[in-house]
């Protein structure tokens, strides 16, 4: 697979040209070290992962959520992380002790045998991750006073069928996109506990080599990850970055636009479940 830019700013400047070929070499060095993988050329839609959660500047509530809300967010956002990557890499999803004392059931999950070991490799490590996040969430949440959520009802096959290198990989990167301008957008509501902002922070860290690595699977193997909403940039040779344009700056999104997401209610406020979370979530944020 070769890279090539056509936008006319580059070809009138022959140091664009000059820089374009430069990257173009430098995605071919990495299909070489990726040479084990045979995924190209794949386009994607999932159903529940596109649209517009563009709804526009929110005001912000009146009472802030507290710190342990806002973890009870994050925790379930982190739910249908690990239970998602676990499903695929391994068939089955969080141990109980990982769920709490009544969880809600999963449906559509299954393992996807993949083609070639670096893209099985990447699923089993994001499912570790993944599934260590909600245990340290748990954890955190408790250590401060609060009580962590149990996992809600959640259905994986929301997004679209997952069963193959591509499809995963296209999931994959849009699950990470949403995590991430998630964790930015309830850091404003953690600066009253050091720890629980140094502690997302860390996850925030985390979640982004993930996105990352991701990204450039899919510019790399010809993996279409369709854009979630307005603000998601997907990953292409010419945007390989998902930052803004004027700002060089990652998306931010609002719970609201999160929930629209994950709900497959793209532009409509105060839905309070469908999509992944077919009982929404657990906890005081549950409406768009």
């Known amino acids: ?41 794949a386009a994607v839609s999932l159903g529940a992962m596109n649209g ?26 982190e739910y249908l992380e690990a239970s998602f ?27 996807v045998t993949f083609v070639n070991p670096v893209v099985a490799s990447v699923a089993a490590q ?50 990470e996109a949403v995590g991430i301008s998630a964790y930015i957008g309830g850091a404003q509501f953690l600066t009253s506990s050091a720890a629980a902002l140094t502690y997302a922070a860390q996850i925030l860290d985390t979640e982004a080599q993930h996105e990352g690595f991701l990204r450039e699977l899919c510019i790399v193997l010809g993996v279409a990850s369709p854009a979630v909403d307005s603000q998601d940039m997907p990953p292409t040779a010419v945007k390989v970055f998902n930052t ?23 532009g409509t406020l105060g839905s309070t479940k469908g999509g992944f979370f077919p009982n929404g979530l657990n906890g005081p944020i549950t409406i768009s």
């Not at 999803?93 to 559509?108: N, R």
């Not at 004027?246 to 609201?256: A, H, I």
């Open 1 to 41: 697979m070769s890279v090539s830019i056509n936008s006319p700013e580059h070809t009138a400047d022959g140091a664009m040209i000059e820089l374009a070929e430069k990257r173009s070499a430098t995605l071919r060095d990495r299909r070489n070290f990726l040479s084990t993988i045979g995924v190209a050329g």
């Open 52 to 77: 517009c959660s563009d709804d526009g500047p929110i005001a912000l509530p009146a009472t802030a959520p507290s710190v342990v809300d806002v973890l009870n967010f994050a925790l379930n956002l």
């Open 85 to 111: 990557y676990l499903f695929v890499a391994t068939g089955s999803g969080l141990p109980a002790a990982d769920m709490g004392g009544s969880p809600g059931q999963v449906s559509g999950g299954a393992k």
């Open 126 to 175: 994001l499912a570790t991750d993944e599934r260590e996040h909600v245990e340290f969430l748990r954890s955190t949440i408790s250590s401060i006073g609060g009580v962590p959520v149990d996992m809600p009802a959640l259905n994986l096959a929301a997004g679209g069928t997952v069963n193959s290198d591509a499809t995963f990989l296209a999931a994959a990167r849009q699950l």
């Open 244 to 266: 803004s344009p004027s700002t060089g700056l990652n998306p931010v999104r609002t719970t609201s636009q999160v929930l629209q997401i994950v709900y497959n209610t793209p």
